[in-house]
């Protein structure tokens, strides 16, 4: 996995180190810079940071911030690095600070639902103090994740929302305070450059390219060409066809959870029904889909989060006889290997895939063959946004999308809360469950670590029980790289370029 540092930048004049470049390939397009609607794909792309860091071993550690403390239930003390400013040069202090928690916790619809009530206010030249009102420990996450606080000069924003200005002005607003400046953002790609006052030391790239390739195999190609170092989302079966190439490498991480949910619309038929939803979860072989289906690329799904987690519970169990009894429970019956019916109507029912996952499709594919041999049907259909779908409440049965239950930052909180609580603003699915709920609400003010546990196991066991959600598999996070790239570190959390993502040397 060792290679010459390179560059896409054309040769160096001789006695000089080529530039340290990057160009990335994505299958999702950025559409502007606003940071209240767009500024989540900041942090993955160098040009937004966070006041925390997401961390591999689920805690997160300070990154704008220099400290966090939690002096009492209902108080985090935040405390900035010294000598930060905006791109634009505006000076980044508690007042700053404590103004753009304060604008989050209203412009935000996540962190205000996450922090009811909460407040802010500067105590210190480089100090804001958060006060909630209620016990909530999952602030250091909250402040980790890309959707929650992106870090901005909310005075420039707001002057710039005042103006009327279309938001194609902010590019070259400044407005972050991040490695990287974006200097041109069209349809087709974001050029970035270094930001030479960042805070943190001089970026090692000299120029970053993200272009925007919503089609997989060409962005695979582009990297094969050289006109990328790196395509991101590759699928999976990629890899095989990768095998002894020198332009182009399938590169892996490690995993930090489940990839690809398997949901239900329990408001419709046949999901209305937990038997039936009990029973696909138990026809499913995820073995299987790991081992053979993905090629050792996976890892066995086994419940809501992976093993590595103490609380972790396997729900998930692979039991072809126990999926067939459910079945016959809810009055689907079948006759020899034919199909299941009921009063004459067969079991069948549409699974949703999307392009921009194309591993959807591939489970999707080996899921349809599985449940065939219970005799229940499975029509799959690619739509081309997924999640437009299937929040609606009507119009979908089934989906197998790309959604985990540990947040950007970490948080297993807030998950559970948009997701699985009754009326949740991702509850895409229609799970109504009083008792589920109350454990959702105890844990979410819960400080003690033990009892959090517990509360999570007892909250993994309702799920499974219920039928509530199921996962498909957990993907190793893989891009594919050129040459110059072949020992690039896969992140988590898609954080693709700091400061410090250089070419392997």
């Avoid at 103004?99 to 500067?122: E, I, K």
């Avoid at 989060?305 to 103490?310: G, I, K, L, N, Q």
């Avoid at 437009?388 to 559970?416: C, H, K, M």
Wanted: with cysteine.
């Amino acid at each position: 996995m060792l290679a010459g540092c390179a560059t896409t930048g054309g040769a160096a004049p001789p006695g000089e180190a080529a530039p340290a470049t990057l160009t990335l390939a994505t299958g999702f397009a950025i559409d502007d810079l606003d940071p209240l609607e767009n500024g989540y794909w900041g942090p993955e792309f160098g040009y937004v940071e966070l006041l925390m860091r997401p961390e591999r071993g689920g805690e997160p550690s300070p990154w704008v911030l220099s400290g966090l403390e939690n002096p009492g239930p209902l108080t985090w003390v935040l405390t900035l690095n010294e000598g930060i400013s905006f791109q634009n040069g505006t000076v980044l202090d508690g007042e700053a600070l404590a103004a753009l928690l304060t604008y989050q916790l209203t412009g935000s619809p996540d962190f205000a639902a996450a922090l009811p009530g909460a407040t802010v206010a500067a105590t210190g030249p480089l100090e804001a103090t958060l006060t909630t009102t209620r016990p909530a420990p999952n602030v250091p996450a909250l402040l980790a994740d890309e959707s929650m606080v992106p870090v901005y000069d909310v005075a420039a924003y707001q002057a710039h929302v005042a103006s009327g200005a279309p938001a194609a002005d902010l590019v070259g607003a400044g407005l972050f305070t991040a490695p990287y400046v974006v200097d041109s953002l069209d349809g087709e790609s974001m050029q970035l450059s270094p930001n030479p006052a960042y805070w943190d030391g001089a970026p090692a790239l000299e120029d970053l390219t993200v272009r925007f390739v919503p089609e997989v195999s060409a962005r695979i190609q582009a990297v094969q060409a050289g006109e990328a170092d790196i395509a991101l989302y590759p699928p999976t079966a990629s890899a095989q066809t990768l095998n002894g190439r020198s332009d182009s490498y399938f590169v892996t991480g490690e995993p930090t959870g489940p990839t690809f949910v398997l949901e239900f619309n329990q408001r419709a038929a046949p999901f209305d029904d937990p038997l039936v939803r009990r029973a696909v979860y138990a026809a499913v072989d995820y073995d299987q889909l790991a081992d053979e289906v993905m090629n050792g690329l996976y890892s066995p799904a086994i419940g809501l989060y992976d093993d590595a987690r103490p609380w972790a519970e396997k729900t998930q169990v692979t039991d072809a006889a126990q999926a067939g009894a459910l079945l016959d429970q809810a009055g689907w019956t079948r006759e020899g290997d034919g199909p299941r019916t009921r009063d004459g109507a067969p079991l069948t029912f549409t699974m949703l895939t999307y392009p921009q996952q194309p591993d959807s499709d591939t489970l999707a594919l080996a899921v349809q063959s599985q449940l065939a041999t219970q005799g229940v049907a499975v029509d799959i259909t690619q739509v081309p946004d997924i999640t437009s779908v299937v929040e609606q409440p009507t119009g979908w049965q089934a989906s197998v999308r790309g959604n985990g239950f540990i947040s950007f930052g970490g948080d297993y909180v807030t998950p559970l809360v948009n997701s699985l609580r009754t009326g949740g603003p991702s509850n895409y699915t229609g799970v109504a469950d009083p008792e589920l709920d109350a454990l959702i609400d105890q844990l979410g003010v819960e400080l003690d670590t033990t009892a959090r546990d517990d509360l999570l196991r007892r909250i993994q066991q309702r799920v499974a029980e219920n039928g509530y959600l199921g996962y498909l598999g957990i993907r190793l996070p893989a891009v594919v790289a050129g040459p110059a790239w072949q020992g690039y570190p896969v992140p988590i959390s898609n954080l693709w370029v700091d400061a410090t993502t250089a070419p392997s040397g």
